[in-house]
C-alpha cells in the first residue's frame, strides 16, 4: 500500500500522467482544427452564393481579329480495307493578334455580406487602344491572302465570365463603332465575351478603341498576346496581390488603394502574330481563385475551332485585409505549446513547491486551453480577428489564474500561472503577424525555454524527490 502511494507521488508517475493527459487533449485539439477547416468550407460557399449572378474571377483577353480562310489538305479514308488519301477543301480560322496593345483599368472594389460572412466583389472599367496589321509574309505562315474571307472577319473580346457584361461595351473600328454580338470571345477565355463583324481588308493597318464594364469578384487577369501589350491597373483596393506568368514593371501600394502597370513583349510570350489554332485558358495561381471546373458558365471552346497550348496571364488579386481562418488554423498548430509549457509550470509547483495536482486538474486546465481556440474562432467571425484574440485570451487568462490559485492554493502562484499565459498569448500573436520570422523565433524561444528549465530542475533527483521512506518491515 504504501510503495504504491510512493510510486504515485515521485516525480517520474507525476511527469507520465502529465504526459499522457496532454496527448490525450490532442484529439479535441484535432476536433479543433477540423472545425476551423469546416467554417472555412462554410465561409467559401457563403462567398460562392454571394458571388452568384455577379460575376467571379475575370479573365479579360483580345482584341484578336479572326479572319476564315479557305485551304486544302489530304485526308485519308479506309474503304473495303484499304487507305485512300483524298484532297479536300476545307475551311480554317486565322487568328491574328495585335501589334501593340495599351489597356486601362479602373478597379472600384466593394464588399457584399451575407450573415457573418463576406466577398470582395469589384466593377471593372476597361478601356484600350489597339492596332493590327496583316503581316507582309503571311504565305510564311501557311496561309495564302488570297484565301482569306474578309466578308466574314470578326474582332473579338473575351471575359471568363459573361455574367460580369452587365454594362455592356463596345468595339470601335478605325473610328466606326461595329455592332457588338455576344459570345465568340478568344480561347483564352473559353470562348466567352462578345464580337463584331469587321469591315477590314488588312490592304491598311487597323485601329480599334475598345470600351467595355465587367463585374468581377476577388481577382481579374489579363492575357497578353501579340506584339506588345502594356497593362495600367489602379483600384481603391489597399491589399493587392499579384501573380501570373509576369510581375508588374511598377507598383505602388498604399492605404489609399494600388496602381500598377505592365509591360509585356512578344519575346517573352513565345507565341506567334498569326495562328490558325486558338491558345486554351491560362493557369492561374491557385490564388486568383479562377477554377474553370467549377465555373457556373462554360469556359470550354463554345465552337469546333481547334483549341491547342495555353496562353500565359498576368493578375492581380484583391486580397482580404484579415484571413482569419488561416490565422486561427496556424495558432491551432501552437496548442500543443500552451498545454505544454502550462502543465511543465503545474508540474514543477507540484515536484518543487510541494503543491499537489491531481490528474483531473490537469485535464480541466487543457480544456480550458484547448477552448482558447474554439472562442477564437466564434469570435473572430463576427468580431474581427484583433478582437476576438483579446476576448478569448483575456477569458482564459482570466478563467486559468482563478482555478490555479485553488490549485496551487496560493494566488502568488496563481499570478505566475497568469503571467504565463499572457506571455505565451502575447508570443503567439507576435508570430501569427510574423510569418516570416515565426520559425525562427519560435524557435530561439523554445530553446530559451527549454534551457530555463533544465536550469531550474538540474539539482532534481528525479528517482527520490518527494519519496516516503519505506518502514521497516
Do not use: C, H
Not at 65 to 79: A, G, N, R, Y
Not at 230 to 243: C, I, L
Not at 293 to 318: D, F, H, N, W, Y
Amino acid at each position: 500500500m504504501n510503495e504504491t502511494v510512493q510510486r504515485e507521488r515521485s516525480p517520474g508517475i507525476k511527469l507520465l500522467f502529465a504526459g499522457l493527459i496532454g496527448l490525450a487533449l490532442m484529439i479535441p485539439l484535432m476536433l479543433v482544427y477540423a472545425l476551423v477547416y469546416d467554417r472555412q468550407d462554410q465561409s467559401q460557399t457563403a462567398q460562392a452564393s454571394i458571388n452568384s449572378g455577379w460575376g467571379g474571377p475575370q479573365v479579360i483577353a483580345g482584341p484578336v481579329v479572326v479572319v476564315p480562310f479557305k485551304t486544302t489538305e489530304v485526308q485519308d479514308e479506309v474503304v473495303d480495307g484499304k487507305t485512300i488519301s483524298r484532297t479536300v477543301q476545307v475551311e480554317k480560322m486565322l487568328y491574328l493578334s495585335s501589334v501593340d496593345n495599351r489597356v486601362t483599368t479602373k478597379i472600384a472594389p466593394q464588399e457584399r455580406r451575407k450573415s457573418i460572412y463576406s466577398s470582395v466583389l469589384y466593377e471593372a472599367a476597361v478601356t484600350g487602344k489597339a492596332s493590327f496589321a496583316l503581316p507582309e509574309d503571311l504565305a510564311r505562315f501557311g496561309v495564302e491572302r488570297e484565301a482569306l474571307l474578309w466578308d466574314r472577319a470578326e474582332l473579338r473580346m473575351g471575359a471568363s465570365d459573361a455574367r460580369g457584361l452587365t454594362k455592356g461595351g463596345s468595339l470601335i473600328a478605325d473610328g466606326k463603332a461595329l455592332a457588338v454580338q455576344p459570345g465568340k470571345g478568344p480561347g483564352s477565355t473559353g470562348g466567352q465575351g462578345f464580337f463584331a463583324f469587321l469591315p477590314w481588308t488588312g490592304d491598311a493597318p487597323l485601329k480599334v478603341d475598345y470600351v467595355f464594364g465587367l463585374r468581377g469578384s476577388r481577382s481579374l487577369s489579363l492575357v497578353p498576346r501579340g506584339g506588345q501589350t502594356r497593362w495600367q491597373v489602379d483600384s481603391a483596393w489597399s491589399n493587392p496581390s499579384f501573380g501570373g506568368a509576369f510581375l508588374p514593371d511598377r507598383r505602388d501600394v498604399g492605404d489609399k488603394g494600388f496602381g500598377a502597370s505592365y509591360t509585356v513583349d512578344k519575346l517573352a510570350l513565345g507565341q506567334p502574330p498569326v495562328a490558325t489554332e486558338d491558345l486554351g485558358p491560362p493557369a492561374l495561381d491557385a490564388e486568383a481563385g479562377a477554377d474553370y471546373s467549377t465555373a457556373p458558365m462554360a469556359v470550354a471552346p463554345t465552337s469546333t475551332e481547334t483549341i491547342s497550348g495555353q496562353s500565359r496571364a498576368v493578375t492581380v488579386g484583391l486580397v482580404e485585409p484579415v484571413d482569419l481562418y488561416s490565422k486561427v488554423d496556424r495558432s491551432v498548430k501552437y496548442g500543443f505549446l500552451f498545454i505544454g509549457f502550462t502543465f511543465l509550470a503545474f508540474l514543477l509547483f507540484d515536484i518543487v513547491g510541494g503543491a499537489r495536482v491531481a490528474a483531473a486538474e490537469y485535464l480541466m486546465t487543457g480544456a480550458g486551453l484547448v477552448l482558447f481556440f474554439v472562442l477564437l474562432l466564434a469570435f473572430a467571425e463576427v468580431i474581427g480577428f484583433a478582437w476576438a484574440y483579446m476576448v478569448a485570451s483575456a477569458a482564459i487568462i482570466g478563467l486559468l489564474t482563478a482555478y490555479s490559485a485553488a490549485v496551487l492554493k496560493s494566488w502568488k502562484r496563481a499570478r505566475f500561472i497568469g503571467a504565463l499565459l499572457v506571455g505565451l498569448y502575447a508570443l503567439l500573436y507576435v508570430l501569427l503577424n510574423l510569418e516570416a520570422w515565426s520559425l525562427m523565433i519560435g524557435s530561439v524561444l523554445l530553446f530559451v525555454a527549454l534551457a530555463g528549465v533544465m536550469y531550474t530542475t538540474r539539482n532534481i533527483d528525479w528517482s527520490n524527490v518527494n519519496r516516503r521512506p519505506v518502514p521497516a518491515a
